[in-house]
């Protein structure tokens, strides 16, 4: 809390006119995006009758555009789970696990379809995620990669990971 206090110019005490304690600043850091990353997907997520391939890459590039600029909130979405109470742990982790079989459901639908090739959706689900979510650890706009060029390289990785054997 005094980083906090420190960054943003304000005695410590200030801050708890904004919030009660660390654990209902934390809890609400996560849950505002969690809250974001649905409604970008929500949004981005197109018609209903779309393929699965065109469901799988609308996904990366949610994902990729949703994280790219919040690097610090990805931090703390992923890496504070172990420091919320078990009750707000659980809200948290039911957001996440919607998220997670939004994607689950695009790799069944393209299973069924014969989109995809896939042994286990679940696994697959979960490398995907952890491919998408490492990226704004490294990830910087000055790089060698555009975010359009980063974009089409994570969907060409996610194709590949579903043996879609086309490219985006």
Not at 96 to 116: N, P, Q
Request: aromatic fraction near 8%; charged fraction near 25%.
């Amino acid at each position: 809390m005094r980083q906090i206090a420190a960054e943003v110019g304000v005695q410590v005490g200030a801050l708890y006119n904004y919030t009660p304690d660390k654990q209902s600043l934390l809890f609400t850091l996560m849950q505002e995006h969690m809250s974001g990353l649905l409604a970008a997907w929500k949004i981005h997520q197109g018609p209903e009758n779309s393929t699965a391939l065109r469901g799988l890459l609308a996904f990366v590039d949610c994902h990729l555009r949703y994280h790219l600029p919040r690097s610090e909130a990805v931090f703390i979405a992923y890496m504070e789970l172990r420091n919320l109470t078990a009750e707000n742990f659980d809200h948290i982790e039911k957001m996440r696990k919607s998220y997670e079989d939004a994607l689950e459901a695009i790799i069944k639908k393209g299973m069924a379809t014969g989109e995809f090739k896939v042994a286990d959706s679940k696994i697959v689900t979960l490398a995907i995620i952890g491919m998408l979510k490492e990226v704004s650890t490294w990830y910087r706009p000055d790089g060698r990669l555009t975010e359009a060029a980063l974009i089409e390289r994570y969907q060409t990785m996610a194709c590949q990971l579903v043996g879609a054997g086309a490219e985006p």
